[in-house]
């Protein structure tokens, strides 16, 4: 079936530090997402990605399609970076269905 | 502009109670879907509708049932509550099915105890 699999699960940094997050995924792609969920539960989308390399101010996303996997960089990290940080992807089997990965857990501390 | 809208916020069943979760979208998008989030285990798609007057079957299907009951709103129905269908759901948009992003409510929280 399909797989998403993110790593590293858990992440601590300290303010100010940079991080890569990474997503890899089993079947060819056409839409891959980045989300953030905040300690209040909500999701924000931060980017929809399914090739090449987006940036918006301390995050960028790069998706290598043919070598299938993501990457989320945060680059000097602040508080409130905290939550959990989900890739979801769609493969060209999955017709309208978008599968997430398992998260991963990031705490930053002043 | 309230985006996606999901009532109720929290709600607690009893076993074999019923509820129908409710989800509207003022943003004009086709598409929308209900995922439920458990610990550890990411997001699940329960159901989703490509545009009105359509649905289809997610990962996480079984005890649920689904209606698109205009473009704006896409509710989710629980027949007969279990307490393994305590979650956080939510509602997510999209302007398509296919590659566009996804829009969420602030979800809905349920205990069934």
């Known amino acids: 079936g399909i797989q998403v699999e993110q790593s590293p699960p858990d992440l601590i940094l300290q303010e100010g530090a940079n991080s890569t997050l990474r997503c890899n995924f089993s079947?060819?792609?056409?839409?891959l997402q980045w989300f953030h969920q905040n300690p209040w539960g909500q999701l924000i989308n931060l980017f929809y990605?399914?090739?090449g390399t987006k940036q918006n101010g301390r995050l960028s996303a790069t998706t290598v399609a043919t070598e299938r996997y993501s990457l989320l960089y945060i680059s000097s990290s602040q508080t409130t970076d905290s939550g959990v940080y989900f890739c979801?992807?769609?493969?060209?089997?999955?017709?309208?269905?978008?599968?997430f990965g398992r998260g991963t857990q990031l705490t930053v501390w002043p | 502009n309230a985006g996606v809208t999901q009532t109720p916020k929290f709600q607690v069943l009893k076993t074999g109670q019923s509820m129908t979760l409710q989800c509207a979208q003022d943003?004009?998008?086709?598409?929308m879907y209900w995922y439920r989030q458990d610990p550890g285990m990411g997001l699940r798609l329960i159901y989703y509708?490509?545009?009105?007057?359509?649905?289809d079957k997610g990962e996480v299907p079984n005890g649920y049932n689904v209606s698109r009951l205009n473009k704006r709103e896409f509710s989710l129905r629980l027949e007969s509550a279990a307490p393994s269908q305590t979650s956080v759901y939510f509602c997510?948009?999209?302007?398509?099915?296919?590659?566009?992003?996804?829009?969420f409510g602030n979800g809905t929280r349920l205990t069934v105890t």
């Open positions: 509708s490509a545009s009105e007057g359509t649905t």
């Open positions: 997510a948009t999209a302007v398509g099915s296919g590659g566009t992003p996804l829009h």
């Open positions: 979801a992807y769609r493969g060209g089997s999955t017709l309208g269905r978008l599968y």
């Open positions: 943003m004009n998008h086709n598409s």
């Open positions: 990605i399914p090739s």
């Open positions: 079947d060819s792609v056409n839409n």
